[in-house]
């Protein structure tokens, strides 16, 4: 990213920060997070709407040292409220527009919208790194088997890893235009921005009322050539995919992906079927479809990526034979803590 310091990292309605621009508001960011006491192992809630003020917040966060927290505005207030305790964050970066659907906070709240004029006071350059692959990167809270929200803490170890094998798996290149499609509250959202920003890519980002109907979906694919996106097998099976010759790379995730949308979808582009936990940094595994004959029952989760591991195991822990029904066992440096 930084041999093209011009080019455009972040889109969004028209709006665009270049690589230059974003990290110079990220170092501004970083450091006035400093001040408050971020650094390594503090987390700090981000709970903004999709803008480029999202991915100012996520990279000033790390640049910082500090692990982020996404929380998505249009939670219930109870909901948010619980995040915010549970997670102990030291700091909470939101907008003005926000404020009004955010529960009480009694820590440091710092809008990037409203208080943008005392950030900018700060000095624009790099800083040292603080932070290690052991530290936390993010904290995502998922509903957990109680129905409790969950906080699962991801390390930036397996960010890095997943950022690598994101950017070789979906072809990433500086020519690439990405569309950021998970709201930042979901895990998917990790291996939309990082990969795509880390290669110098396009990153678009977009209402969600706009990525939620099909047509201005459709519409947003074909007026920005969007080139690599992931969504899910459910939205997948009511667009029409003759309709996209710019998308050479999708990602289908979130849900079991049906054999007739593996086959609609994979002529003529890279077809991948995605699978993981919010535990593992977003993907234990890939499959590529390369074509579906007929009589397909299901479509596979593929082999674990890189530096990755996975097992099916017995009652005893015990490796079972080709063929036979265990669970499903994960191991590797994208394993969380």
């Given at each position: ?44 809630g981000l709970c ?27 939670y219930p207030p ?89 950017a070789n798996q ?168």
């Amino acid at each position: 990213a930084a041999r093209q310091p011009d080019a455009v990292a972040v889109e969004f309605e028209g709006e665009t920060l270049t690589y230059a621009e974003l990290n110079r508001r990220a170092n501004q960011l970083a450091r006035y997070l400093r001040r408050l006491g971020v650094g390594p192992e503090v987390l700090v809630g981000l709970c903004v709407d999709r803008s480029p003020d999202a991915v100012v917040g996520m990279l000033g966060v790390h640049k910082a040292g500090g692990a982020y927290v996404p929380m998505d505005p249009d939670y219930p207030p109870e909901r948010l409220a619980y995040m915010l305790a549970d997670a102990q964050a030291a700091v909470l970066l939101t907008q003005e527009r926000v404020l009004e659907r955010l529960p009480g906070y009694g820590g440091h709240m710092v809008r990037l919208d409203a208080d943008w004029p005392t950030i900018a006071q700060e000095a624009d350059g790099n800083l040292d790194n603080w932070a290690v692959p052991d530290n936390l990167a993010y904290v995502i809270y998922t509903s957990g088997s109680t129905g409790r929200p969950k906080g699962v803490q991801l390390m930036h170890r397996g960010l890095v890893n997943l950022a690598a094998v994101v950017a070789n798996q979906f072809a990433i290149t500086a020519e690439s235009r990405v569309l950021q499609f998970a709201s930042l509250s979901f895990d998917a959202s990790v291996s939309e921005v990082w990969p795509p920003l880390l290669q110098g890519a396009r990153l678009y980002l977009a209402r969600r009322e706009m990525l939620l109907s099909g047509g201005d979906l459709l519409a947003l694919l074909q007026g920005e050539g969007i080139t690599v996106v992931t969504l899910p097998p459910s939205l997948l099976s009511v667009l029409p995919a003759e309709e996209l010759p710019a998308l050479r790379t999708l990602v289908s995730a979130g849900e079991a992906c049906p054999v007739e949308v593996a086959r609609r979808w994979s002529a003529g582009r890279c077809f991948l079927n995605g699978y993981g936990p919010t535990e593992t940094t977003v993907s234990a595994s890939y499959y590529r479809v390369e074509s579906v004959p007929e009589g397909t029952m299901t479509i596979p989760i593929g082999k674990p990526i890189a530096n990755g591991r996975l097992y099916v195991l017995d009652a005893q822990l015990q490796p079972v034979p080709v063929g036979v029904a265990g669970e499903l066992y994960v191991g590797g440096v994208n394993v969380g803590r």
